[in-house]
């Protein structure tokens, strides 16, 4: 399996059919793949939504929580369960174009096995004035304090090697800072520029507030560890190797 698409979703009925469709004609070209659905907790029709895509597609998978968990266990949830090499994450109302797939596929693999992550960057903002000036300004303050060099960490377009993720602490907001813990680990970080789309239907689940005040907390748990960080060391199997002692 080359690649697995993780998508969590949260009362999103109206954007199941779509963006599964777009998924599916992006992801062909990459075959073998597969898309898994995690849905956290809905209330609105999305699981019958979503059992209505998986006819006929017997690449999509679909996992439901009990209860809602929020986007950090769903991505949990649903890399958990992925069985590619490559996971790829898109958020679930239709704003990350699946169309970026294979651009940011190949900036994973073309940099090798040193490069951990692909990190979606945001152009042509569609969230309005107030979003948009609150996501500069936290992107900003987190460039500064934790030195990741990503412009966009809230992009939720994402491509990450399902091993490097498995070394990342988990916390809820995990997703907001992948690059920075992804580097701690010793690994690379690309970035590609992509454009951003509204939602096809329904109104996000984020406030300002909600964001704000968690992501100052999580910003400086994020800044501990990184500052916990000591030096991996590089591992060499001798016995298969053949190195012998002196």
């Not at 107030?130 to 491509?159: F, H, P």
């Not at 970035?191 to 704000?212: C, E, M, N, Q, W």
Request: proline share 5%.
């Amino acid at each position: 399996m080359r690649l697995s698409v993780i998508v969590p979703v949260k009362d999103e009925v109206g954007n199941i059919a779509g963006l599964v469709a777009e998924i599916g004609a992006a992801c062909a070209p990459l075959a073998p793949f597969e898309v898994i659905y995690v849905d956290d907790g809905s209330t609105d029709g999305t699981a019958a939504a979503l059992d209505l895509a998986r006819r006929d597609r017997p690449w999509l998978r679909v996992l439901r929580h009990d209860r809602t968990a929020g986007k950090s266990a769903g991505v949990q949830t649903g890399i958990a369960a992925a069985r590619g090499a490559i996971c790829a994450l898109l958020d679930g109302d239709g704003q990350n174009d699946p169309a970026y797939l294979p651009i940011l596929l190949a900036a994973l693999e073309e940099g090798g096995p040193r490069v951990g992550l692909a990190q979606g960057q945001r152009v042509g903002r569609t969230d309005g004035r107030l979003k948009t000036l609150q996501s500069r300004i936290a992107n900003g303050v987190r460039v500064r304090i934790l030195k990741d060099s990503t412009r966009d960490t809230g992009c939720g377009y994402k491509l990450v090697r399902r091993e490097v993720y498995g070394r990342l602490p988990y916390f809820d907001g995990l997703h907001r800072f992948m690059p920075a813990l992804v580097a701690r680990e010793g690994y690379a970080v690309v970035h590609r520029d992509v454009i951003d789309r509204p939602r096809f239907t329904g109104a996000s689940k984020y406030g300002l507030f909600d964001r704000l005040w968690v992501g100052l907390l999580d910003l400086a748990g994020v800044w501990w560890l990184i500052r916990r960080k000591r030096v991996t060391p590089v591992v060499t199997d001798v016995t298969e190797s053949g190195v012998t002692g002196p």
